[in-house]
């Protein structure tokens, strides 16, 4: 893969008060070397570029990229780029010797587009995945050989100021930055950058200089400056590159901007003092913190007593199955009880089970008994902060509503969730129902300091109640304009509509408790304004009664069509140019969002993958997070069945039956497979039988069935099916997890084998921490280590010793197919054998997950 580029980065201002002389920018490239990328050969990769354009902290990128096929015969060629989590799609094309189309369109609708063209034979694929603060837009195109193509992704987003900077990102790309902001910037720092395998200082390959108004930096590697080792044909561009800026601020209300009848108002104080805070640390110890979780949990809370002022007030509360305090009342934080403090968290240890209701209530209950007693300041802030790695023992909307009714409308609740197996989406609403935030902690060496980052972002508020007002005759369509406080580095946005271009008219008022330029692209106020509008619109569609819920998504799908944003109520569908074989691919990319990022990484035929069962050996586990795999075989007798998955919270529960061949072969031996498939819904009432003949419902004493020789779609109250012609069905379970079972068809008259069933599972950090069964065990993760790397009984099969629920097992590195991209002959993934029907990684023995009838629910 050959670069052929230059790096460039400008940014400017145009402001007439002005002199240049006090413009802030940090500028820190951390460019990361990293192992060759396989790629087709004879592909040579011209560019990969990232014009971003930032008119007053509201970011339009265009990234483009442009590849060559070298070869005398077709090849697909691979897109594949990371963009901010906080943006949305706007538009996508490919061009080779046609332009693609791309167009925004409703979920449903792009379904419906994207199915059609699976039922019709045609390849597909759905782009989504998502990382801590990106997400990957991934496509390919086969072209002709000897041709060119070129991708074009374009998003916009609005920065977020945190920690009183401003940050633009990009990663893996060639980049020319604009920033133009009439407020100004408001000192130079730039650091060392890697490429590749070398490390070179800034000044060898960018410069640096000052004109008034303007800062420009150029990034501009030679080719031998990108190679991955010295005497490499090969370059290589890896990594991120970070822009981290902040603007003058007047000491007044605040930037008020306005073009072409719309208006942004960006309100961030320079100078106040902070407002003292009163935290109660409500901390999960229950027994799924053991280990690394409890010991950095412990580590950051260290680090954040010491960071407390003495104005503060604290108290922590760790919970368990009991609920404990370290002292009854809040205290002040002293130099002496903070260490004590300190002294304290180093006792805490993991045990019992999740009790978080009465952790938060207790929390919540010191706080108001404190008020009550006048033991803190008249005009002080309450938070509680609350961090958890799982599910409440009792049901969410029993903690939400105990939480909600027990806060008040003066507290405000933070929400940490720690790991892949917390309920994200549940501790985000709370948060949020009760004047807060959530934020996940990713499971890695560096979750201290991603719970301190998250700290020290609410650590110092500066205003509460905030309330924004602007003349009732002057504006329309506000975004939210009252915010329950502002945190010093933070800043508050909100845009509207001008129904008075009078601007002797526009007067802003703010009310909190105390505690002529020319712009690059026009109508960014109006996108800016439909960007938080549609933001604060997704977010009042998960609160409130089911009117305020519809009717908050309704215009969030209305806005999100209307101006082009990928939404996770739109997906946007791209045709591709038409193939030598005449097809026109269409792809389908939708919006994730951070709850329901868990452990999935696959991408294929409109589904995201996990843990699956398929061909021989029957079980693989997929860790996308540790980039692995762990398989096991089952061997049993034709006829016996399996529990496979079992949720006693939302009632699903799958069972599979295995079938043999058609007889021994002539060396002794019979594959077994999986032949047929019963999910049971019971809360929803549904039932659903697989086999490789047909698929039977049952609901209501009615049944309806469907052949695997048609292509069809069914939509339900309860359950969506869709069946691709001699390929595959997608279960769709109501609010919750799907499953695909795809068909291997063999041929008719082979002498031995047959056809039989793969499962694979869609979403399943939707089930309950309880889910178990011999695939459900593995949907929320599993810890090991494997070490002792040596040679096996065949040379291209090493052994190693895994250390796995206390216990050491011998393993073998090997490979399964996945069939969920190629149906007919899968693709090589390189997984951990575990022998012994899977002895050792499976709870019990295997004979424990034998049920007698594919639809029994003991």
Not at 18 to 32: H, K, N, R
Not at 297 to 313: C, F, G, P, S
Not at 658 to 674: E, H, V
Not at 701 to 722: F, H, I, P, R
Request: with cysteine.
């Amino acid at each position: 893969m050959t670069y052929r580029i230059t790096y460039r980065i400008i940014l400017y201002v145009i402001d007439p008060q002005a002199d240049g002389s006090d413009l802030f920018l940090i500028c820190f490239m951390a460019f990361l070397p990293c192992s060759d990328v396989l790629s087709p050969p004879q592909v040579e990769v011209h560019s990969v570029i990232v014009d971003c354009t930032v008119t007053s902290r509201f970011a339009h990128t265009v990234m483009t990229s442009k590849a060559l096929n070298k070869a005398n015969v077709s090849q697909e060629i691979f897109f594949e780029v990371e963009m901010p989590k906080t943006a949305f799609i706007t538009n996508f094309s490919m061009s080779v010797s046609l332009l693609s189309a791309a167009s925004i369109k409703e979920k449903e609708k792009a379904k419906k587009q994207y199915e059609k063209a699976v039922s019709s034979g045609q390849t597909a694929g759905l782009v989504k995945a998502s990382g801590r603060k990106m997400e990957k837009f991934s496509v390919s195109v086969n072209i002709a050989a000897e041709s060119n193509v070129t991708f074009i992704l374009t998003y916009e987003e609005l920065l977020q100021r945190k920690l009183g900077l401003y940050e633009i990102l990009t990663r893996k790309t060639v980049s020319d930055k604009k920033v133009n902001d009439p407020a100004g910037f408001s000192s130079v720092f730039h650091t060392s950058v890697s490429l590749g395998s070398l490390y070179i200082e800034s000044h060898a390959i960018y410069s640096f200089f000052f004109i008034p108004f303007q800062a420009h930096i150029s990034f501009s590697p030679t080719i031998d400056q990108q190679r991955k080792c010295p005497g490499c044909d090969g370059t290589l561009i890896d990594g991120d590159f970070i822009v981290k800026y902040d603007v003058n601020r007047e000491k007044n209300l605040g930037d008020i901007q306005i073009v072409n009848g719309y208006f942004v108002h960006f309100f961030a104080p320079p100078v106040l003092p902070r407002v003292p805070k009163n935290v109660v640390f409500v901390i999960d110890r229950s027994g799924s913190m053991t280990g690394m979780k409890m010991q950095q949990t412990q580590e950051a809370m260290l680090a954040i007593l010491k960071d407390l002022d003495e104005e503060d007030h604290f108290a922590l509360v760790p919970f368990d199955t009991v609920t404990e305090v370290w002292k009854e009342s809040l205290t002040k934080a002293t130099k002496q009880n903070v260490s004590d403090a300190m002294n304290y968290i180093k006792t805490i240890d993991a045990r019992g089970s999740t009790r978080m209701t009465s952790g938060v209530t207790k929390g919540i209950d010191m706080l108001k008994k404190a008020r009550q007693e006048n033991r803190l300041p008249e005009r002080s802030t309450d938070m509680i902060i609350l961090l958890t790695d799982g599910m409440p023992d009792h049901g969410l909307s029993y903690v939400r509503s105990n939480v909600a009714s027990a806060m008040g409308e003066k507290m405000s609740l933070y929400c940490l969730g720690f790991g892949n197996n917390v309920d994200y989406n549940f501790l985000d609403v709370m948060s949020k129902e009760n004047r807060g935030m959530a934020r996940r902690i990713y499971e890695a060496s560096d979750a201290t300091l991603q719970l301190q980052g998250f700290y020290e972002e609410v650590a110092s508020p500066l205003l509460l109640d905030v309330d924004l007002r602007y003349p009732d005759n002057a504006v329309d369509f506000l975004t939210t304009n009252n915010f329950a406080q502002l945190f010093n580095g933070s800043e508050i946005v909100v845009a509207g509509r001008l129904t008075d271009n009078n601007l002797d008219n526009f007067l802003v008022e703010v009310l909190a408790m105390y505690p002529d330029d020319e712009y690059i692209f026009g109508d960014f106020t109006e996108r800016l304004w439909a960007y938080l509008t549609i933001q604060q619109l997704l977010e009042k569609s998960k609160t409130g009664d089911s009117n305020m819920k519809a009717n908050a998504t309704a215009k969030a799908l209305e806005m999100s069509l209307k101006y082009s944003f990928v939404t996770p109520l739109t997906s946007m569908v791209v045709t591709k140019p038409e193939t030598e074989d005449g097809n026109a691919d269409p792809v389908i990319a939708d919006k994730l969002t951070e709850g329901n990022s868990g452990m999935i990484s696959q991408l294929s035929s409109g589904v995201l993958l996990s843990s699956t069962v398929d061909g021989d050996p029957h079980f693989m586990i997929e860790l996308p997070d540790r980039h692995d795999a762990l398989c096991f075989n089952i061997n049993d007798k034709p006829g016996t069945i399996f529990n496979l998955v079992s949720d006693p919270e939302s009632g699903i529960v799958v069972h599979g039956q295995i079938i043999g061949d058609k007889k021994i072969s002539p060396d002794g031996t019979m594959n077994t497979y999986f032949g047929s498939f019963g999910i049971i819904h019971q809360t929803l009432g549904v039932r659903l039988e697989v086999n490789t003949q047909e698929i039977s419902v049952f609901q209501d004493n009615k049944q309806v069935k469907l052949l695997w020789s048609d292509t069809a779609a069914v939509k339900g109250l309860n359950m969506d099916l869709l069946v691709t012609k001699d390929r595959s069905l997608t279960v769709t379970l109501k609010d919750s997890v799907k499953f695909v079972i795809l068909l291997h068809k063999v041929w008719a008259k082979h002498p031995y084998h047959r056809d039989y069933l793969g499962f694979y599972t869609v979403d399943s950090h939707l089930l309950s921490p309880s889910v178990h069964g011999l695939l459900g065990q593995f949907y929320h993760g599993i810890e090991y280590e494997v070490t002792g790397l040596r040679p096996g009984e065949h040379p291209d099969k090493p052994d190693a010793t895994m250390y796995v629920k206390g216990r050491e097992l011998n393993v073998t590195r090997g490979w399964q197919r996945d069939f969920s991209r190629d149906v007919k002959n899968g693709e090589r993934v390189s997984c951990w054998f575990i022998h012994s029907n899977g002895t050792g990684l499976i709870d019990g023995d295997a004979s424990d997950y034998i049920v007698s009838s594919l639809f029994t629910t003991d």
